[in-house]
């Protein structure tokens, strides 16, 4: 059994799901067209122990954040000083007051032969928070460019490569993905090219910790990997319109109705809920707004419903070694999810956008 807790919200234990076939190159494509989670399971194996000796120095780089919250005097140490050095330098660093969950980022221009040839400018990694709840620990190493939050970023694929490039450098087990024939199989059949991998993410979820439901479409970027290269997760995950079939039938089914009054107590927000489940077109732009509380209660801390979503196969456990695939066709078709940590400890996954 599996112990679901998220920011002080218990969701209590749940079965393990279990995968352990490889699924071959043309269901893993007929199983993204058809907008569904894809797990390789125990695809990384080999890579994790290839990559031993970078996972340790970036858990503990993790460790030393999480101590100092302080992200860019590590940078300027050995490994990453000498590593960045043959691409890279440091233009400025930023203490992200504006941001509550930021911790640091630091801004980088690359270059190719010499520093006068720069190539790619204002790119930059960034080191988060990745909530405000005192119990979780979970950081974030986000790589992008521009300015965040304003930029179209997949507008520049060439700055996008280099922030991918120099994700590379400050964690060099990004070849987990990046170089894994595998991987590079099922997406060029999805894709009709080669990937590239872009806006990446380096997460060390800790226990307690994990992300509410959501998507994570983006123009030009066709989904995501993730790779879990340390501890372990549990996921929800199912396209946004099998999202809202099982809420439709989870809400209108007389049995649920305490498991929903005990999230939503007010007699006026269960109503509410009750008539967004009657037209589709009104609970599918409910969910992309900001706020989407009701629902949130519902998907993000209903026990009984994370056990029905469970009960409908839409549940997976991923162990280190294991990747999962997200496809985000667009806004109506992408796969939301929702990430609990398992275990005691913080584990090191990969996120990267397909482009
Ligand atoms: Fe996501």
């Known amino acids: 059994m599996l112990h679901l807790k998220r920011r002080g919200f218990d969701l209590g234990l749940v079965e393990q799901p279990t995968e352990t076939t490889a699924p071959a190159t043309e269901h893993v ?3 993204w067209q058809s907008d569904t989670a894809i797990v390789l399971p125990q695809l990384l194996s080999q890579d994790l122990q ?34 960045m050095q043959k691409n890279f330098f440091i233009v400025a660093a930023s203490p992200e007051e504006h941001d509550e969950q930021g911790i ?8 190719e032969n010499n520093e006068d040839d720069v190539v790619a400018e204002e790119l930059w990694c960034k080191a988060s928070w990745l909530s405000f709840h005192d119990e979780d620990a979970s ?17 520049d694929p060439l700055k996008q490569t280099w922030a991918g490039k120099l994700c590379d450098v400050i964690f060099p087990e990004s070849s987990i993905i990046t170089q894994n024939d595998t991987i590079l199989d099922h997406l060029s059949s999805i894709l009709g090219k080669n990937p590239s991998f872009v806006e990446r993410i380096v997460y060390f979820n800790a226990p307690n910790g994990g992300a509410q439901f959501h998507h994570d479409v983006e123009r030009g970027h066709a989904g995501v990997v993730f ?30 109705q305490a498991a929903i009054a005990s999230v939503l107590p007010e007699q ?19 969910m992309e707004e900001p706020d989407h509380e009701l629902i949130e209660a519902l998907i993000d801390r209903c026990p009984t419903f994370v056990a029905y979503m469970i009960s409908q196969g839409f549940a997976h456990h991923l162990q280190a070694g294991d990747v999962l ?22 584990g090191e996954a990969l996120s990267f956008a397909i482009r």
């Not at 190493?141 to 997949?154: H, L, Q």
């Not at 929800?236 to 209108?252: C, G, H, N, R, W």
């Not at 006026?268 to 409910?286: E, G, H, P, V």
Request: net charge negative.
């Open 29 to 31: 494509k007929h199983t």
């Open 50 to 83: 290839k990559h031993a000796e970078n996972i340790k120095k970036s858990h503990f780089l993790m460790q030393n954040v999480l101590r100092t919250a302080e992200f860019v005097p590590f940078l300027e140490k050995t490994p990453y000083l000498e590593n």
């Open 104 to 111: 640091e980022k630091v801004y980088v221009d690359a270059f």
């Open 139 to 155: 950081l974030r190493f986000r790589f992008s460019w521009g300015m965040e939050g304003y930029e179209d970023v997949s507008s």
């Open 227 to 256: 790779a879990q290269l340390s501890g372990s997760t549990f996921w929800l995950a199912a396209s946004k319109p099998k999202l809202m079939d099982e809420i439709i039938a989870f809400v209108q089914h007389d049995n649920n």
């Open 268 to 286: 006026a927000q269960q109503q509410t809920l009750t008539k967004l489940c009657q037209n589709r077109d009104d609970l599918s732009c409910y």
């Open 325 to 346: 695939l997200l496809p985000q066709r667009d806004i109506d078709n992408c796969v939301w999810h929702s990430v609990f940590t398992i275990g005691d400890t913080p």
